[in-house]
């Protein structure tokens, strides 16, 4: 064999496997995509892990989360959202593949509903049988006031009504309690 025919083998079999390195099986392309939440209310600073199906299965698997307000509720790269603060918002998935391909799904926030501290104030502690003295209470945050219900612990002692005015039974040992 000649050089030059060498050189022709050598040039279409380098080619031809070059060639063969373009080629790829086309990329299958998701037709539906859907967001699946387990419950769409979640408190300030409460997680929740998103899923996502993606149909065919076997089409590309990546997707892009979005929030559409981060001051309400964000969302990462894997699906898992975090309240922020009290409103709603959408969290939208779309397909890497096709952007077109697109679900949402509309999460509320909301401020959880429990008492920080409760501060009770009254003028003394001692009291004289048949003498009232009004308590107040003070619930933190100030916005949750849910209410308070007065009881007493030894009502031989002392009594509280429904408003906070205790009155006197005894002349010792008292102990005054609210819960909310």
């Not at 409103?87 to 952007?99: K, L, P, Q």
């Not at 003028?123 to 006031?145: R, Y």
Request: hydrophobic share 40%; with cysteine.
């Amino acid at each position: 064999m000649n050089k030059s025919k060498f050189k022709l083998y050598t040039f279409i079999f380098v080619f031809l496997l070059a060639l063969t390195g373009c080629f790829k099986e086309p990329e299958i392309l998701p037709e539906s995509i859907e967001i699946t939440a387990e419950k769409t209310e979640i408190n300030i600073d409460e997680e929740l892990q998103l899923e996502v199906a993606i149909l065919p299965t076997d089409a590309s698997q990546v997707v892009n989360w979005s929030s559409s307000d981060d001051a309400i509720l964000t969302v990462d790269e894997d699906g898992t959202i975090k309240g922020i603060a009290a409103g709603t918002a959408n969290i939208t998935v779309s397909s890497e593949s096709d952007r077109l391909i697109t679900d949402f799904v509309l999460i509320t926030v909301i401020q959880p509903d429990f008492v920080f501290e409760v501060t009770i104030a009254y003028v003394k502690t001692e009291m004289a049988m048949g003498e009232e003295m009004q308590l107040s209470a003070g619930i933190t945050p100030i916005d949750n006031q849910s209410g308070i219900i007065w009881t007493s612990s030894k009502p031989e002692i002392a009594t509280v009504d429904a408003f906070g005015k205790v009155t006197g039974n005894y002349s010792r040992d008292r102990q005054y309690h609210s819960q909310t």
